[in-house]
Each structure stands twice: as structure tokens, then as C-alpha cells.
């Protein structure tokens, strides 16, 4: 309910800064800044905020965060920040918004003002919509992330400004947030006083179905799962999804020898209303997953290297954080170039660390591999646009379409990163002779002593260094190759050092199958080179990608066009797949109708390879390091009779 804004810096820099930096704002801890932020509203899709600021008479500058950290992203969602209002002594203040700069606003502060009221409203989408921000709210459960109320002085650092804030809910929902609670009653809630930095880190999960889990009882640092649900039936995780949870936890620690943070916060949203996602936090996440996470066999296990993800990202993110997204504020641009580390590393840890919990099995594991090496190494974008680049472009490549996404390529560091990864623990396995693995850089890298939440940035050259500290090589090489290689194929040699090739045939691929359950998607791209959505989900029959190269793309197809009937026949996933089958054994071209505008053509597509689909197969002889890597490291969790 209050947010007061201190500066902590040298007097003399402070009389210096005073008209040029901060313009009118003269924050002390006697003279706090307030905030109060009600979310009764929310099944309405609008959040209301309230925020009083001590001021100094003269011109001053208000920004709205811009660069969300976790999006890495100049992603703020300025479209919906409506109602702004500015007063002082009772009277209106009139704004402006600065010409160039939309996330700006000026105003003048009259002689006699000693603070500024602002109010503002936050539009929530109620619907997923490409060019705007996530919806934060369904009629049940809410997500509140500070960024999209919060005002703050232009020119200031987020370490700087010390926040009190509060929150007011709809009657009968709960909460969780890792924010600290200075008190609570009837709904109303008021938080202990915090840095900008770790109120837009703490973002409050709220619902009518709510339900807590536990993740580490009897521990000094508290973990817990926040469940909000859009309904009743989804808060159900299982006695061993509990013990898989709680394993994850404790192989974290046995993973980083450390913690970060005070308490851990597992804000999990289970709804259909918000694209599964999720965004890391140095002391919480925000996991967004469908409704049916813990009841649909498929969802679970598309989702369950969700929050395995967004935890290690504590240590590898929040913690250790590339210099070039360590920025001082929440207007200066972030830079991607080590987002392969950032994200490549945690792609890498969350899957390895979701099978020593026992989330996935190793087979899965594997599987789920095999998927991502298979469709890297088929990526013909990589011939133009190297993986630095991803990086370097993740400000524009999170909001790509998925049509052309072969050719365009996407965010690829996250699961190109899973593969140089592996092949980097598999060098180190090699040349320590079984002494050492990828765990002991982490350990290195990202342990240390355990603090509360830190930040200490990082340049290539400390990631090079400690790793010829774990195991003298040439990673200066090793990693510069992998980022600059325009192909062709994905770097396969962590897959064969760890005992297993990437092999295709006509049985389904584990993970494949989930993914085209909960994605309404049917992949054929190893055979014909097409993925199509299937008809009966939210994107009709569109033909998602067509691989340059591939035997659809030689017959002129293209994305965007629908598919129509396959040989004659209205198309479905089995018909498709049919004629696939048939086709081996023929020599007649697969006919595939498509729409393309308001024209229909016919392609025929001379392809008799078969199904294709990609898996791991063990290498004979050779020893199974990939088996040795997801083997649990903490001791076992016991399965709880009661959560
Ligand atoms: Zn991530």
C-alpha cells in the first residue's frame, strides 16, 4: 500500500543529480512515497493502482518499466496503462508524454507541492494476443507483476528506490508472492519495504482455488508451490509429484552447493486462459501451464521441465547474470549476446535436472533429446543466421511467428544450447577422466556462499575461465565454433560422447506425441517436411512450417497455406500418416490439396521414405554418460502420506 522511494547515494552526488537525474523527487525514509494497488477488480481484466510520490517543486520525468527482465524485451505494456492521472495540493497536475519516448511522461510540480498523487489502471488482455502483454487474469486467478502499475524517476537505478507497497484482494482468494509481508487483514495487504529491483522480482499469485504445497519441510529456507487454479479439479498434484517436487529442490542445492534467496516461491497458474510460459525471479517464478497440468498424462509431460527451468534460473540469471542484461534500470536496453549461457545453460539443467527428480524418466529424457537434436539438425536457417546471432536478436525473435520459423530460425540458443551443453560436460568428463562434469562448474560459477539474492554479472571471459578451471581446454574455441558455425547440422558430438546417435524411424517419438496432443499439431517434418496444425484445434489446418529443402517445399508448398484433403480425402492426422505409409510401397506421388488465399492448388509430392521420426539409440560399447548425467545426486525424498 506504500511505496516510498530513498535514495541511497553520497549527498554530494545527490546535490549534483538533483535537477539533471531525478528532477523534482526528494525521497527519505521519513517521507515515503506510497502505493496501494487493488486487484478486486481483476475478473474485470483491470488492475488499479494508487501511488503518492514526495516531490520537490520543479520539472519532472516518470517512466513505465520498458525492459521486463525475463523477457529481455523492451516488452512493457504501455498500450495498457489507461486512466493516468497526476495531482498535488488537491489540484490536477497536467502530463505530457515525452514526443519520442512513449514510456515517458513529464510533468511540472507547483511551488508549493510537497508530493504527487498519480493513479493509473493496468488492462489486462482477456485473450492472448500476439502483439501484447500476456493476459494477468482469468475470472478465477490473477498474476500481479509490479512492472505493469509501478511509476518511477527517470535516470534513477532500481537498487536505489526503496518500495513499500500493498495490495488489495477480491474477497476469499489467497495469495502467495516471495515478497515479505509486513501484515495482512481482510484481504488487505501490506508489504515490507523493498527495492524497485525486488518488488518487479516479486510478483504476487492470487485465486478463488488455491492451494499451497510444502516443497521442503523441515528446512530453515522455506520452499513452496503456490497453486492458483481456474477451477476445483486442477489443484491436484500427486503424493509422487509432490516427492518429484520436492526431489527437485533438494537437487538443486546438491547441484549449486548454495542458495540465493531467502525463502523460494513457486507461483504456479494452471488455467487455459494464459499461453503456458513462465519467467524467472531471483526468489519466486511465475509458471503458467494449462489448466489440466497435474489430470492430462500429455500436458504433464510438456510442462514438466517447466519449473525445473525457472528455478535453476535463481542461480543461472538472477544470481550470475550476463554484464550485458545486468542493467542499471528498467529503460536501458538489454543486450543478448550471452543469453546462450542465460538460457542455454538453465535449457540444459532444467531438462537434466527434471529427470534426477524424477519428473521425467531417463527414457523420456532421451526422447525429449532426440526431438530437439533432430529438429536442430534439419534448421537450414543456420546457413544465414549463426546462433550468436539468436541471441544477439532475442528482442525481436521472442515475438516471431511460428510459420517460417526453420528458415527465420527462432530462439534456438535455449535448445541449440541444451546440445553444446551436453557436449561441453561430456569434454569435461573426458579430459578430468571421470572426475569432473558440468556439475562442478555450476558449483564454481554459480554457488559460492549462501546469501540472500546477489547479483554478480559476468563476461564470456569468466565463463571461459572457469571452465579451464574445472578442465583445462581450448573453450574459447569450443564455444566461439559453436556460436559462429553456419552448419550444416546441429553440433551432434555431446550425443555420441555420451554413448548414443540420433536415429529415425517409423515409431513415434515420446515427447512428439505429447507435443502434438497438447500443441493440436502433427509433425511430419523428417518425412515430408511439414508441420500442420490439426484441424480440430484453435489454428485450424494451417500449415505451421515447411522445411527449405525438404520434399514438400521441392512441390511448392509454403507456410501459411491450409491444408485441405490428402489424395482425394478431406485431410485428418491418420489420413495424412496413411498415406505416408502408403507411399513406401508405391511409386504414385502423395497429392496434398491446399488452400492458399482464396486458391486451391493441388501439390504432389514425390516422397516414399516412409514415417520418420527421431530417437537415441546406444552406441555398442561405449559407455552411457547421458545415464550417468541425470542420475539423482541427493539423496531420496520420501513420498509424503500427506501434503
Ligand atoms: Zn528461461
Not at 554459480?446 to 540472500?452: I, K, V
Not at 569468466?462 to 581446454?473: G, K, S
Amino acid at each position: 500500500m506504500r511505496i516510498y522511494l530513498q535514495v541511497r547515494i553520497a549527498a554530494a552526488l545527490l546535490l549534483m543529480c538533483v535537477a539533471s537525474c531525478f528532477g523534482a523527487v526528494a525521497q527519505t525514509k521519513e517521507d515515503p512515497a506510497r502505493i496501494d494497488v487493488d486487484l478486486r477488480d481483476a475478473a474485470r481484466y483491470i488492475f488499479h493502482a494508487q501511488m503518492s510520490l514526495p516531490v520537490k517543486p520543479g520539472p519532472l520525468t516518470l517512466v513505465y518499466p520498458k525492459w521486463i527482465p525475463g523477457e529481455h524485451s523492451p516488452t512493457g505494456p504501455i498500450v495498457d496503462l489507461t486512466g493516468l492521472k497526476f495531482a498535488a495540493d488537491g489540484k490536477e497536475v497536467p502530463w505530457r508524454r515525452d514526443s519520442a519516448d512513449m514510456y515517458a511522461f513529464q510533468v511540472e510540480i507547483p511551488s508549493s507541492a510537497a508530493r504527487l498523487e498519480i493513479k493509473l489502471d493496468y488492462l489486462s488482455p482477456a485473450e492472448a494476443n500476439g502483439s501484447r502483454e500476456h493476459p494477468s487474469a482469468t475470472p478465477k486467478l490473477a498474476l500481479l507483476n509490479w512492472y505493469t502499475v509501478v511509476l518511477y524517476p527517470q535516470g534513477t537505478r532500481s537498487d536505489d528506490l526503496t518500495y513499500v507497497a500493498s495490495l488489495r484482494l477480491p474477497v476469499g482468494w489467497k495469495y502467495g508472492t516471495a515478497l515479505p509481508v509486513a501484515k495482512e487483514q481482510g484481504g488487505e495487504i501490506d508489504f515490507e519495504p523493498a527495492s524497485l529491483t525486488t518488488l518487479i522480482d516479486s510478483p504476487v499469485i492470487t485465486g478463488q482455488y488455491f492451494r499451497d504445497v510444502d516443497l521442503s519441510p523441515g528446512e530453515a529456507i522455506k520452499h513452496t508451490l503456490h497453486i492458483a487454479a481456474d477451477g476445483p479439479t486442477g489443484l491436484a498434484p500427486s503424493a509422487t509429484e509432490v516427492q518429484h517436487l520436492r526431489q527437485l529442490v533438494a537437487e538443486e542445492y546438491a547441484l549449486f552447493g548454495a542458495r540465493h534467496y531467502r525463502r523460494y516461491d513457486f507461483l504456479l497458474s494452471l488455467t487455459d486462459r494464459m499461453p503456458p510460459d513462465g519467467v524467472e525471479h531471483h526468489e519466486s517464478s511465475d509458471n503458467r501451464t494449462p489448466e489440466g497440468l497435474f489430470l492430462d498424462p500429455d500436458i504433464r509431460e510438456m510442462h514438466m521441465d517447466l519449473l525445473p527451468h525457472e528455478s535453476v534460473h535463481s542461480w543461472n540469471g538472477k544470481y550470475r547474470r550476463p554484464a550485458g542484461l545486468a542493467t542499471r534500470n528498467y529503460q536501458e536496453p538489454m543486450k543478448g549476446e550471452l543469453l546462450w549461457v542465460y538460457e542455454g545453460l538453465t535449457q540444459y539443467y532444467g531438462q537434466v535436472l527434471t529427470a534426477r527428480s524424477g519428473l521425467w524418466t531417463p527414457e523420456r529424457f532421451r526422447e525429449n533429446l532426440a526431438a530437439t537434436a533432430a529438429y536442430l539438425n534439419d534448421r537450414p536457417g543456420r546457413a544465414w543466421r549463426d546462433l550468436q546471432d539468436t541471441a544477439v536478436s532475442a528482442q525481436i525473435l521472442y515475438g516471431a511467428p511460428e510459420e517460417g520459423s526453420s528458415w527465420r530460425r527462432g530462439v534456438d540458443y535455449y535448445d541449440e544450447s541444451i546440445l553444446i551443453w551436453l557436449e561441453a560436460d561430456t569434454i569435461i568428463e573426458r579430459e578430468t577422466k571421470g572426475k569432473k562434469s558440468l556439475d562442478d562448474f555450476c558449483r564454481k560459477f554459480h554457488g559460492g556462499e549462501t546469501t540472500g539474492p546477489k547479483l554478480v554479472s559476468y563476461t564470456f571471459e569468466d565463463v571461459v575461465r572457469t571452465m579451464n578451471e574445472v578442465a583445462p581446454y581450448d573453450w574459447r574455441t569450443f564455444f566461439e565454433q559453436r556460436l559462429k558455425s553456419h552448419g550444416p547440422g546441429a553440433p551432434l558430438g555431446g550425443i555420441e560422447n555420451s554413448g548414443w546417435k540420433l536415429v529415425f524411424n517409423d515409431t513415434m517419438n515420446d515427447h512428439a506425441r505429447a507435443a502434438e496432443a497438447a500443441e493440436f499439431i502433427v509433425d511430419e517434418q523428417f518425412s515430408l517436411g511439414i508441420r500442420v496444425h490439426t484441424a480440430g484445434g484453435p489454428a485450424g489446418s494451417e500449415i505451421v512450417d515447411v522445411i527449405p529443402g525438404s520434399p514438400a517445399d521441392r512441390a511448392g508448398m509454403a507456410p501459411g497455406m491450409e491444408l485441405v484433403a490428402v489424395n482425394g480425402r478431406k485431410w485428418g492426422p491418420e489420413i495424412l500418416r496413411d498415406a505416408i505409409r502408403r507411399a513406401n510401397d508405391s511409386k504414385q506421388p502423395i497429392e496434398l490439396l491446399a488452400q492458399n488465399g482464396d486458391y486451391f492448388e493441388s501439390y504432389r509430392i514425390d516422397y516414399h521414405g516412409g514415417e520418420r521420426y527421431p530417437h537415441l539409440e546406444a552406441i555398442g560399447g561405449k559407455v552411457d554418460l547421458l545415464g550417468e548425467i541425470v542420475r539423482r545426486r541427493a539423496g531420496e525424498v520420501a513420498t509424503p502420506a500427506k501434503f
